[in-house]
T-cell receptor, first 113, second 113 residues
Framework: DAGVTQSPTHLIKTRGQHVTLRCSPI?????VSWYQQVLGQGPQFIFQ???????GRGNFPDRFSARQFPNYSSELNVNALLLGDSALYLC????????????FGPGTRLTVT | RKEVEQDPGPFNVPEGATVAFNCTYS??????FFWYRQDCRKEPKLLMS???SGNEDGRFTAQLNRASQYISLLIRDSKLSDSATYLC??????????????FGKGTHLIIQP
């Protein structure tokens, strides 16, 4: 069975640009969460989506937004990129709203120059 | 005080030895607890959930002490392949993971031949 997939795997952008990252959850999973991991730190929670609705949001600025589609895949958008946005962006899927075990995709490594 | 605290290590341990990590969390309302393993430049992988009664999976044993707000992971008969960063993870949640997982910074383990 396919796990969580993310695209692209690597991305280089310049300051001020915007970026869209994509995630497909494990088949049958309806919840997707996004995390940012800066080198040397644990992942930081950005968003959780379930049934196409935002269910939770971490402490990130409004430049970060996301959405979930009817097939449960998800996009994370970041506008007006800053150097500090350089990180590994991880998507995690879980079975349903009350399932706490989350399974991560390989991530998208974003470099902002 | 950080929400989830871990000793970053590194822990240098000879192959075959037993090693233990502890982790403390600050929010007494935390509901679910996990250990994830992360290899260099890879995504976190769920190692085990941690239950109040303690649980064991092969060479790995996890324990939770709610009164003292700490979680432990014990690895017996350590293998070279156990070398990784071990992330302590807590979920303090109003429902369905909407608050996201809170990760510690991780403990770096190096198993030496």
């Amino acid at each position: 069975d396919a796990g969580v997939t993310q695209s692209p795997t690597h991305l280089i952008k310049t300051r001020g640009q915007h970026v869209t990252l994509r995630c497909s959850p494990i088949s049958g999973h309806k919840s997707v969460s996004w995390y940012q991991q800066v080198l040397g730190q644990g992942p930081q929670f950005i968003f959780q989506y379930y049934e196409k609705e935002e269910r939770g949001r971490g402490n990130f600025p409004d430049r970060f937004s996301a959405r979930q589609f009817p097939n449960y895949s998800s996009e994370l958008n970041v506008n007006a990129l800053l150097l500090g946005d350089s990180a590994l962006y991880l998507c995690a899927s879980s079975l349903g709203r009350n399932s706490y075990e989350q399974y991560f995709g390989p991530g998208t490594r974003l470099t902002v120059t | 005080r950080k929400e989830v605290e871990q000793d970053p290590g590194p822990f240098n341990v000879p192959e075959g030895a037993t090693v233990a990590f502890n982790c403390t969390y600050s929010n007494s309302a935390s509901q679910s607890f996990f250990w994830y393993r992360q290899d260099c430049r890879k995504e976190p992988k769920l190692l085990m959930s941690v239950y109040s009664s303690g649980n064991e999976d092969g060479r790995f044993t996890a324990q939770l002490n709610r009164a003292s707000q700490y979680i432990s992971l014990l690895i017996r008969d350590s293998k070279l392949s156990d070398s990784a960063t071990y992330l302590c993870v807590v979920l303090q949640d109003s429902g369905g993971g909407a608050d996201g997982l809170t990760f510690g910074k991780g403990t770096h383990l190096i198993i030496q031949p």
